[in-house]
């Protein structure tokens, strides 16, 4: 199998590699000249996985994989959500989105959130969409080093009472959003 990601995100990269199969042939959209910016102008994850995709699969001619994640905040109707990247503001910082959410949950006793990912495979078939879900709680702090974005304030109820900032990259695979989503995509590849 030969696939391009749909990413400029060396984090997304490196996690979604270490989940494919190890004989599989992957590069990013710059590793194979794609240079252009990849579109991201949709109010939904899905929206957004969807065109990355089938932006890469026009400009290439090769099956792509594209990723949009976003951690959704029972008590914030749902934000940051598709604007995770931006939250804390047009630096796309994730310390600045931290700092953010834990303001915006300041005194705020339902921490429940959840992190949420959206797989698009663009192909000559077509665009179909995967998700992955992850249930879990806001800390009220920063904890751990490990991993990115909002990781260090995000505890899964699959877990063992660590963010995923304080699990090794394996252990955070095992429970992941984007880990579950990679897992519907590549069962709906066997089947077909």
């Not at 990247?85 to 834990?102: I, Q, T, V």
């Not at 991993?147 to 995923?164: E, S, W």
Request: hydrophobic residues 40%; charged residues 25%; aromatic residues 8%.
């Amino acid at each position: 199998m030969k696939l391009v990601l749909a990413t400029q995100n060396a984090h997304k990269v490196s996690e979604l590699r270490a989940v494919l199969p190890i004989d599989w042939t992957v590069g990013t959209a710059v590793a194979y000249g794609l240079i252009d910016e990849l579109p991201e102008t949709g109010r939904t994850l899905e929206h957004n996985a969807a065109q990355k995709a089938q932006f890469v699969w026009t400009k290439l001619r090769i099956p792509c994989l594209a990723d949009d994640s976003g951690l959704e905040v029972a008590a914030l109707d749902g934000a940051p959500g598709v604007d995770s990247a931006y939250f804390g503001g047009p630096a796309k910082s994730d310390a600045l989105n931290r700092a953010r959410l834990l303001a915006e949950l300041d005194g705020v006793s339902d921490r429940r959130a959840q992190f949420r990912t959206v797989l698009a495979w663009s192909t000559p078939e077509g665009v179909a969409l995967y998700e992955g879900v992850v249930q879990g709680v806001i800390t009220t702090e920063p904890r751990g080093t490990q991993g990115f974005g909002y990781d260090a304030l995000f505890v899964p109820d699959d877990g063992d009472g660590r963010t995923f900032a304080e699990m090794n990259p394996d252990e955070k695979q095992r429970l992941s959003h984007r880990s579950r989503a990679v897992a519907a995509w590549l069962s709906a590849l066997r089947k077909s």
